[in-house]
């Protein structure tokens, strides 16, 4: 096979294999930036940024199970509408088929930490989430770090 060939195959495994960003926005679009209150546009591209690095299986299992509160760290005159806290009434506000909610706290994005942000999804995905101790806490921290440095492993081959 010639390189041509070999790097379209590699491209076509990968269509499959994960949705491309512009899919990502599509699917998880409530979150972006909208009036009166949201994250800003740079806070959403890191967002979709960190859930393209998952698998197709994973982003919808995501999509279906987790509701995520994006709490903002920019405040600029662009857009000062941010959202810096919120009130959450679980009840009416979550829909009844999540199973879990994640919270992206301002500093996620001051540090502009997508490998935070799939932290906190692979401890969804792993369910882990209840610790007995210390110990068991360090354990399942590393189950979770293992799972991000697997998926980033598997998306770009480092």
């Known amino acids: 096979m010639d390189k041509d060939s070999d790097m379209e195959r590699l491209m076509n495994e990968t269509k499959l294999k994960y949705y491309d960003l512009e899919e990502i926005k599509n699917k998880f679009s409530q979150y972006g930036p909208r009036e009166p209150y949201s ?90 989430w209840d610790y007995s101790n210390f110990e068991d806490i360090a354990i399942k921290e590393r189950e979770v770090e293992a799972k991000v440095n697997e998926w980033m492993k598997d998306r770009f081959g480092k």
């Open 39 to 128: 994250i800003s546009d740079n806070e959403y591209r890191l967002f979709t940024a960190a859930l393209s690095c998952l698998p197709k299986n994973i982003v919808d299992k995501v999509n279906d199970e987790v509701q995520f509160v994006l709490l903002s760290y920019e405040d600029n005159s662009a857009q000062k509408n941010v959202n810096q806290a919120c009130y959450i009434d679980l009840k009416r506000s979550i829909p009844e088929d999540k199973k879990a909610i994640i919270v992206l706290s301002p500093l996620i994005f001051r540090w502009q930490n997508k490998r935070g942000i799939l932290h906190e999804i692979a401890h969804h995905i792993l369910g882990s």
